[in-house]
């Protein structure tokens, strides 16, 4: 079993009472970054409360013999998919996937998160009605991410646009250099 399997034992054992759900671990030299979720979201609280609990687990099995920093935080909005449960929740997402040997799909492959089972996923590539299933086996890693584009399209067409009086308010006190 190497660390980050001993990793994700401690931490899944610690959290089992808690509402915290365990995302990701990853460990780099002295680094051991934990990804946590809960239903509804989780808040700055959520990640001390969840970052004393699991200080403490992995202090009692002492697994680390030397120093290193425990780094506790949320997926974000671009989250990581790792488990057949986190594809499935994500059914209908834009999905970012870097695979390991599919060469008909490339190396990395953006598109829509179709469908979910215990062996892959099935998706419909960006810009095009093709689907494709990959086997998890086939996948390095996926994470979800967000079309910022889009986002900022249907955000800047629900703003309301500032009026004239408006912005002749917010001007009023300032001078142009031809009135200096």
Do not use: C
Request: aromatic residues 6%; proline residues 4%; negative net charge.
């Amino acid at each position: 079993m190497n660390v980050t399997q001993k990793v994700r034992e401690i931490v899944e054992r610690s959290l089992l009472t808690s509402p915290f759900e365990l995302i990701d671990i990853e460990s780099h030299q002295n680094l051991l970054r934990i990804t946590l979720d809960r239903e509804g979201g989780i808040d700055l609280d959520d990640i001390g409360e969840a970052s004393k609990i699991i200080s403490l687990a992995l202090d009692e099995d002492d697994i680390f013999p030397n120093r290193y920093t425990l780094e506790v935080s949320s997926p974000g909005l671009e989250r990581p998919l790792r488990t057949p449960e986190h594809f499935a929740r994500f059914v209908g997402s834009l999905v970012l996937i870097k695979t390991t040997s599919e060469p008909e799909l490339g190396r990395r492959v953006k598109a829509t998160l179709i469908q979910a089972d215990d062996s892959g996923i099935t998706i419909e590539l960006m810009g095009s009605s093709d689907r494709h299933y990959v086997a998890y086996d086939h996948i390095e890693r996926a994470n979800t991410i967000v079309d910022w584009e889009k986002e900022f399209k249907s955000s800047s067409s629900t703003t309301a646009k500032p009026s004239k009086k408006t912005k002749q308010a917010n001007t009023e006190g300032f001078k142009s250099k031809e009135g200096v």
